[in-house]
Nanobody
Framework: QVQLVESGGGLVQAGGSLRLSCAAS????????VGWFRQAPGKEREFVGA??????????YYADSVKGRFTISRDNAKNTVYLQMNSLKPEDTAVYYC???????????????????WGQGTQVTVSS
């Protein structure tokens, strides 16, 4: 049974940084596409970014709203994917979810319905 566990959320002032972690158990990320989504109160869950890899190649892609501020990376030894968030804005406030799918190849997955494993979410609050 694959489980994804997010951590690293919290309260930060506008302009600050946070790093979220997504640790997997029950599977290795080596063949997964791992995405990050967020959901603010009263809003739909939205795509933030993802990392997809096959063998030694990988690619990352991001929503326009976070491009240049957020970076996704992975640590194979720890079976963990990270979301580094810089220059945070109040509108980044949301619950952030890690999600994954065993795609085996590099794929571009930007819709929540395309993923089948989800973490429990971690709250990120950015104060103005």
């Amino acid at each position: 049974q694959v489980q994804l566990v997010e951590s690293g959320g919290g309260l930060v002032q506008a302009g600050g940084s946070l790093r979220l972690s997504c640790a997997a158990s029950g599977a290795t990320f080596s063949s997964y596409t791992v995405g990050w989504f967020r959901q603010a109160p009263g809003k739909e869950r939205e795509f933030v970014g993802a990392i997809s890899w096959s063998g030694w190649s990988s690619t990352t892609y991001y929503a326009d709203s976070v491009k240049g501020r957020f970076t996704i990376s992975r640590d194979n030894a720890k079976n963990t994917v990270y979301l580094q968030m810089n220059s945070l804005k109040p509108e980044d406030t949301a619950v952030y979810y890690c999600t994954g799918r065993d795609t085996r190849t590099i794929q571009r997955l930007t819709q929540a319905i395309q993923y089948d494993k989800w973490g429990q979410g971690t709250q990120v609050t950015v104060s103005s």
